[in-house]
């Protein structure tokens, strides 16, 4: 295991246009130690022609059985000393991105890390609710029960075995379940870099998107800053 190389898992699930736009900004990179893995769920990748055009990118098939699982296989399948999920329609412009990341990360002695966001090109509602979440993460960073999108979340090898890697029963929450089980091994949020969220699921959703991702981290909060189970029946893949 090479400690300082980055596996990037990016879970697939009909997103596959998306790695499009991603996979590149990834191979601009400063930091060059990295390996990307695809976990794809049944998308039609020779379709962009990911793999022939891209040597560090390697494709693993997972059932669809929701990003948790995706996101496991995907490290399974790593050999990085550091780990960096990504989901496939993010965006990203900062060329040090990793970088910074995994820098920051090193000196504070954070095993666990996630970086700012930014909506792209979104509606006031996605901007809004993007801005209360992440001062809302600020906050919730110094405590116990510290939360991250599993659209960009940094955490090292060891702390992913030692916590089993994400919850596969869950399957909306698993992301603040993760961050909030790291918590003995240090997280922190990296404010000098950034990534950009795809507000399309809460323009198609609209304003029951936002209540279930309150009710649920209330619930979560109430429950130890776990998530023990879905408390909501949540479709991925849906969206446009």
């Not at 029951?208 to 429950?223: P, T």
């Amino acid at each position: 295991m090479d400690e300082r190389k980055v596996g990037v898992v990016i879970p697939c699930y009909r997103d596959v246009n998306l790695l499009a736009r991603l996979i590149p900004s990834i191979e601009l990179q400063s930091y060059k130690n990295i390996e990307i893995i695809i976990s794809n769920s049944g998308s039609d990748l020779e379709s962009i022609d990911i793999t022939n055009k891209n040597q560090n990118v390697t494709v693993v098939e997972s059932p669809p059985m929701g990003p948790g699982a995706a996101r496991n296989l995907g490290a399974k399948n790593s050999s990085a000393g550091w780990l960096l999920f990504l989901d496939a329609d993010i965006r990203i412009d900062d060329s040090d991105f990793i970088k910074k990341l995994v820098d920051t990360s090193t000196t504070k002695g954070w095993h666990t890390a996630t970086a700012k966001h930014k909506v792209w090109h979104g509606n006031f509602m996605a901007k809004v609710s993007a801005s209360v979440w992440y001062s809302y993460f600020i906050l919730l960073a110094h405590t116990k029960r510290p939360a991250a999108f599993g659209e960009c979340i940094l955490t090292s090898r060891n702390t992913f075995n030692r916590l089993g890697g994400f919850s596969e029963k869950v399957k909306f929450g698993e992301d603040f379940d993760y961050t909030a089980r790291a918590v003995p091994w240090k997280f922190g949020i990296v404010s000098s870099t950034y990534y950009y969220i795809d507000p399309r699921r809460g323009n198609e959703e609209g304003i029951w998107l936002y209540i279930k991702g309150g009710v649920n981290e209330i619930y979560r909060q109430f429950h130890g800053g776990r998530v023990p189970k879905d408390i909501f029946k949540h479709k991925y893949g849906n969206h446009k």
